[in-house]
């Protein structure tokens, strides 16, 4: 007789973006799942990762890790002061770490490893990976981002060979343990657009979109993918308020 597979029993992270959670059954997102944050230039979506770290370090006692693969981490603080949100006192009592990942794309064309050389996308890849395990270590961090990861994967000249790089990577996420944002540029804003590859890799994908239209500009924030629970699949508008980012769940943004 053939047993029913047994049911997963998840644990819930909530975003701490207003309004998110509601679109996903009042939940937020499964612990140590990797998302996929996708958006378009100015659409919010640093400042949507760092509010999801930000409430996670002060309120839900979930220390985290910012990879910044392309601004320095003082122009984060800068931005977050913006918001109210104090990230060098989060520092300051290990609930969050801000990494600066501009070391990894001013390496040589070559490295040394012993008496083993590789090349820089290699190293890179190897360094990445090394940096994100020991600082989550180090502070038991519970949340991830890594923003954007364009430019880690911009490297790789086949597409073979970044899509390899991308699943080394992705399994090194999971090994973490984190909740995670993958922040990375949106190629189209349509709502008919080609798919990326980490999409179908991720267990949930973000999108953040600004559309033109007569009035002005429309954001519109949809959650495409997120595996296993139900969750509102619809457009939703949403601004980027003096105190981050808000969907409005209720209401609907058909382009």
Same mark, same amino acid.
């Given at each position: 007789?053939?047993? *029913? %597979?047994? +049911?997963?029993?998840?644990?819930? #992270?909530?975003? /701490?973006?207003?309004?998110?959670? $509601?679109?996903?059954?009042? @939940?937020?997102?499964?612990?140590?799942?990797?998302?996929?944050?996708?958006?378009?230039?100015?659409?919010?979506?640093?400042?949507?990762?760092?509010?999801?770290?930000?409430?996670?370090?002060?309120?839900?006692?979930?220390?985290?890790?910012?990879?910044?693969?392309?601004?320095?981490?003082?122009?984060?603080?800068?931005?977050?002061?913006?918001?109210?949100?104090?990230?060098?006192?989060?520092?300051?009592?290990?609930?969050?770490?801000?990494?600066?990942? *501009? %070391?990894? +794309?001013?390496?040589?064309?070559? #490295?040394?490893? /012993?008496?083993?050389?590789?090349? $820089?996308?290699?190293?890179? @890849?190897?360094?990445?990976?090394?940096?994100?395990?020991?600082?989550?270590?180090?502070?038991?961090?519970?949340?991830?981002?890594?923003?954007?990861?364009?430019?880690?994967?911009?490297?790789?000249?086949?597409?073979?060979?970044?899509?390899?790089?991308?699943?080394?990577?992705?399994?090194?996420?999971?090994?973490?343990?984190?909740?995670?944002?993958?922040?990375?540029?949106?190629?189209?804003?349509?709502?008919?657009?080609?798919?990326?590859?980490?999409?179908?890799?991720?267990?949930?994908?973000?999108?953040?979109?600004?559309?033109?239209?007569?009035?002005?500009?429309?954001?519109?924030?949809?959650?495409?993918?997120?595996?296993?629970?139900?969750?509102?699949?619809?457009?939703?508008?949403?601004?980027?308020?003096?105190?981050?980012?808000?969907?409005?769940?209720?209401?609907?943004?058909?382009?």
């Amino acid at each position: 007789m053939l047993q *029913s %597979p047994r +049911r997963i029993e998840f644990v819930y #992270t909530p975003t /701490g973006v207003k309004g998110v959670d $509601k679109l996903l059954s009042d @939940l937020g997102v499964p612990q140590g799942y990797i998302i996929y944050l996708l958006g378009a230039p100015g659409s919010g979506k640093t400042t949507f990762a760092m509010q999801f770290l930000h409430h996670g370090a002060k309120f839900e006692n979930e220390p985290g890790v910012y990879v910044s693969l392309d601004e320095h981490p003082a122009y984060l603080r800068a931005h977050a002061r913006e918001f109210g949100w104090d990230l060098e006192g989060l520092e300051a009592s290990g609930k969050l770490a801000l990494l600066d990942g *501009s %070391p990894i +794309r001013s390496l040589p064309g070559e #490295t040394k490893l /012993g008496s083993i050389t590789i090349g $820089k996308r290699d190293f890179s @890849l190897v360094s990445l990976i090394k940096w994100i395990t020991e600082a989550v270590k180090k502070i038991g961090a519970k949340r991830l981002v890594i923003d954007p990861t364009a430019v880690f994967s911009v490297q790789y000249t086949t597409e073979s060979d970044r899509r390899f790089a991308v699943m080394e990577l992705l399994q090194a996420i999971s090994q973490t343990g984190c909740t995670t944002l993958l922040v990375s540029e949106l190629s189209h804003t349509s709502l008919d657009r080609t798919y990326q590859f980490e999409e179908f890799l991720a267990q949930g994908v973000i999108i953040m979109r600004k559309i033109i239209r007569s009035g002005g500009v429309t954001r519109v924030f949809t959650i495409d993918k997120m595996r296993v629970i139900d969750h509102d699949t619809q457009p939703h508008p949403y601004r980027i308020t003096q105190t981050g980012i808000e969907v409005f769940p209720t209401e609907l943004a058909i382009p």
